[in-house]
């Protein structure tokens, strides 16, 4: 049997959580929108040859690891805050977090505290990293680098830009999370 991870997207609608997640396990990107309500279910094997060399732990666990396989249980959750009581439950038990952002959205970025909160609140204290998504919209962006920094620090977060239409800067976020999330394997 195969360790397994869940993890959760976080982050308000219109971000790009689905087209991440899309982007990641399927190597697809839509054009239309269609919003989430309650929650997605995706599973993504996790190869462990990009980054083993990133593992702090036991070199036994990692042979095991590396036999038995590891797979990450992905639950993108719907970005109404207002039904969030709704999704709740999909918190529990999370193994880690990609909390999202629009680049091109204030909102969206301003409202990350929220679900920070929540996240900690209803996960406990579990990795995470933070995403701003849309990069590809770059005349567009309304979030500078430096409130980004700012934010990633006050949270002491691993921060990443990303491109879920391009397929940019997509493996290595979602990389980085499974790398903590086996970081934290007791």
Known sequence: MSYRGKAILLGNASVGKTSLLSQFVDGKFFDEYIQ???ANFLIKEIDLKDCVDQLRIDKDLITDI???????????????????????????QSHGAIVVFDLADRKSF?????WISKLKELSGEIPFIMIGNKKDLDKKRVISEEEIKEKAKKHDVAYFETSAKLDENVNEAFLALSIKILNNIK
């Open 36 to 38: 989430t309500i309650g």
């Open 66 to 92: 590396e036999q038995k396989g590891f797979k990450l249980y992905f639950w993108d959750i719907g970005g109404q805050q207002d039904k969030l009581f709704v999704t709740e439950y999909y918190f529990v």
């Open 110 to 114: 301003d409202d990350l505290d929220f």
